[in-house]
């Protein structure tokens, strides 16, 4: 079990369930809403996901066509990306939960667009694009 929550704290989640893959999202739109080199995310079963107090303060927004980002509107704390064509599975931002995770990351994705000022140093794989592998069951 996992729970978590916003900056402010006003949204509050549990979910239970294992955590997929973690991924470094190195694409614009990541590095723009995160105000960071990239974004840490885990695919997450839709149906193990619960909110525990604030769901009103939930904001999404369509970065693109059928992808939807979640987040705060008091805080702006990022919580999960959805898309409509995988409507099981949430992308859980990791750095809201207030567990170990007792896992690193597994790979970079989109790295065709990560930023110049960032180098990436570790041994992960890098994926110009996504890699959808080891969605949760």
């Known amino acids: 079990m996992y729970t978590g929550q916003c900056l402010c704290g006003d949204i509050t989640f549990e979910y239970e369930g294992p ?10 739109q ?3 809403a ?3 080199a990239f974004s840490a995310s885990s695919p997450v079963q839709k149906v193990r996901f619960r909110f525990l107090s604030g769901q009103e303060q939930l904001t ?5 066509p059928g992808k939807y980002r979640a987040f705060c509107s008091r805080c702006g704390s990022h919580l999960y990306s959805r898309v409509d064509a995988i409507p099981g599975i949430l992308r859980l931002r990791v750095g809201v939960i207030n567990e170990p995770l007792e896992k690193g990351p ?4 989109y790295t065709g667009s990560k930023s110049d000022w960032f180098e990436i140093t570790d041994a992960l794989p890098q994926y110009e694009k996504t890699e959808r592998t080891g969605d949760p069951h």
């Open 34 to 36: 995160h105000g960071s």
């Open 106 to 109: 597994a790979q970079h994705v």
């Open 30 to 32: 990541c590095r723009r």
């Open 60 to 64: 999404e927004y369509e970065s693109r």
């Open 19 to 28: 955590l997929g893959p973690l991924s470094l999202c190195h694409c614009s």
